[in-house]
C-alpha cells in the first residue's frame, strides 16, 4: 500500500475523533450548556447529517481541484471549526461549528477514499478502504477514550481543542505525501455522468444496507456513556476504557473486513450480520450485567465494523462508474446512519423508555437491513427470471 493512504488515515483518525468523541462528553456539554442529554445527543447527529450534505456537495466541487489542494482545504478548514467550537460558549453556535466541521470532515472523507481506491491496483479497495476506516476506529481505542479524560479533568472544551492540535501535523503529512494530480490518467470525469451511477440498483442497496447498519452502530454508541453508568453499573471512571474497548473491537473489525471484503464479502456479510443482530439483542437483555456489558461491547464494536466495512468497499466496487464521486456515495451512506441512528436513539430515551432502549432499536435497524437484503435479491430474481422468459 502507497505510503499516501496510510497518511489520509492519519487524517482521518483526527476527525474520527471528532466526530466520536462526544461520546464520551454527552453528559458534561448537557450540563454545562443547560440543555437535556438528548439534545446534546443531537451534536452527534447534526455532524452526521452535515457530512450527509457534505459528501456529495464537496466533493461536487472539488472535482476540479487537485487532489493534494482538496484534501488541504478541507483539513485546514475542519481544524479551524474546532478552535471556535472550543471557544463558544452557546450551545447554538456549537450546534452551527458541528455542521461546518462535518462539511469539511465529509470533503476529506469523500476525496480521501477516491484517492486511496484510485492509488490501488482494481482488487484492492477493500484493502484500501480498511486503512482510512481503520483511522477512525483508531480514534475510537486512542482519541475518543483520550476527550473523554481529557474531559473529565479539564471540561469538554479542552477535547476540542486537542483535535485541532492532532490535525496540524496532519495538514503537513498531506502536503509531504499526497500527488497533487488527480485521476492516475490526469483526467477527470464530468459530475453529471458520475451522478448518473446513482441509478445502479445494486449500489442503491449496498447504500441503504451501509447506513441501517451504521445507524445501528451509533444508536447504541452515541448513548453509550449514560448506559453503562445508568444500566450496567458502571461508575464515571470506567467509562474512557469502555469506549477505548469498543474501539479496539471496531480496529479488529476493520482489519477482518479489509482481509476479506476484497475475497469474501459474502461471508462477512450474511454470518457477520447474523451474528451481530443477534448481540444487540443478547445485549438488551444483558445490559444489567457488567460482564455481560464489558464483553459485548468488544464483541458488537468488532462485528458493526466488519459488517459496516466490509459494505462501505461494495459501495466503492458498484460505483466503478463513478470514480470521483464513488467515495462520497460511501460517505453519505456512513452518515446517514450516524445521523438518524442517535436521533432515533435519542426520541426513544426522550419518551422515557430508558437508556437501554437503543439496544433495541439497534437490533431493529439490522433486522431491518436484512430484510431490505431479501427483498432486494427477491426482486433481483423475479427479473432475471423475466428476462429469461422473453424469447431472443
Not at 43 to 51: D, Q, R
Not at 212 to 234: D, E, K, M, Q, R
Request: proline share 5%; hydrophobic share 55%; aromatic share 8%.
Amino acid at each position: 500500500m502507497p505510503i499516501a493512504i496510510y497518511i489520509l488515515g492519519l487524517a482521518v483518525f483526527a476527525q474520527g475523533t471528532s466526530e466520536f468523541m462526544l461520546s464520551g462528553l454527552v453528559p458534561d456539554i448537557a450540563n454545562e450548556l443547560n440543555v437535556s442529554i438528548p439534545a446534546a445527543g443531537a451534536l452527534t447527529s447534526a455532524f452526521a447529517a452535515g457530512m450527509i450534505v457534505g459528501a456529495p456537495l464537496m466533493a461536487v466541487l472539488s472535482l476540479r481541484w487537485p487532489r493534494r489542494r482538496a484534501l488541504l482545504v478541507f483539513l485546514v478548514a475542519f481544524m479551524l471549526v474546532h478552535v471556535a467550537g472550543a471557544l463558544t460558549t452557546s450551545f447554538s453556535v456549537l450546534l452551527v461549528t458541528r455542521v461546518l466541521g462535518a462539511l469539511a470532515n465529509a470533503g476529506f472523507l469523500a476525496v480521501g477514499l477516491a484517492t486511496a481506491a484510485g492509488m490501488v491496483p482494481p482488487n484492492a479497495k477493500g484493502r484500501a478502504t480498511s486503512i482510512l476506516l481503520g483511522g477512525i476506529t483508531l480514534a475510537c481505542v486512542a482519541g475518543v477514550p483520550a476527550g473523554a479524560v481529557l474531559g473529565q479533568a479539564f471540561g469538554w472544551r479542552a477535547a476540542f481543542w486537542a483535535v485541532a492540535l492532532i490535525s496540524l501535523p496532519a495538514v503537513v503529512a498531506v502536503v509531504r505525501s499526497v500527488p497533487a494530480v488527480g485521476d492516475p490518467d490526469g483526467t477527470r470525469p464530468g459530475a453529471r455522468r458520475e451522478l448518473r451511477a446513482l441509478r445502479d440498483p445494486r449500489l442503491l442497496v449496498v447504500l441503504v444496507l451501509a447506513a441501517l447498519v451504521n445507524a445501528a452502530t451509533f444508536c447504541t454508541f452515541t448513548y453509550l456513556t449514560p448506559l453503562v453508568t445508568n444500566v450496567s453499573g458502571f461508575s464515571e471512571g470506567w467509562v474512557p476504557a469502555l469506549l477505548a474497548l469498543f474501539g479496539l473491537g471496531s480496529f479488529a473489525g476493520v482489519t477482518i473486513g479489509g482481509r476479506l471484503s476484497d475475497t469474501r464479502p459474502m461471508r462477512v456479510l450474511i454470518l457477520g450480520g447474523i451474528a451481530l443482530l443477534a448481540g444487540w439483542v443478547l445485549f438488551t437483555f444483558t445490559a444489567g450485567s457488567p460482564v455481560a456489558t464489558f464483553l459485548l461491547v468488544f464483541v458488537q464494536g468488532t462485528l458493526s465494523f466488519a459488517v459496516g466495512s466490509t459494505l462501505i468497499a461494495q459501495v466503492l466496487y458498484a460505483a466503478t462508474q463513478a470514480p470521483s464521486l464513488g467515495g462520497s456515495f460511501a460517505t453519505a451512506a456512513l452518515n446517514v446512519g450516524a445521523a438518524a441512528g442517535p436521533a432515533i436513539g435519542g426520541a426513544t430515551i426522550a419518551a422515557g423508555l430508558g437508556y437501554r432502549s437503543p439496544l433495541w432499536v439497534s437490533a431493529l435497524l439490522v433486522a431491518a437491513a436484512f430484510g431490505m437484503a431479501g427483498v432486494a435479491q427477491a426482486v433481483r430474481r423475479v427479473r432475471t427470471a423475466s428476462h429469461e422468459e422473453i424469447p431472443g
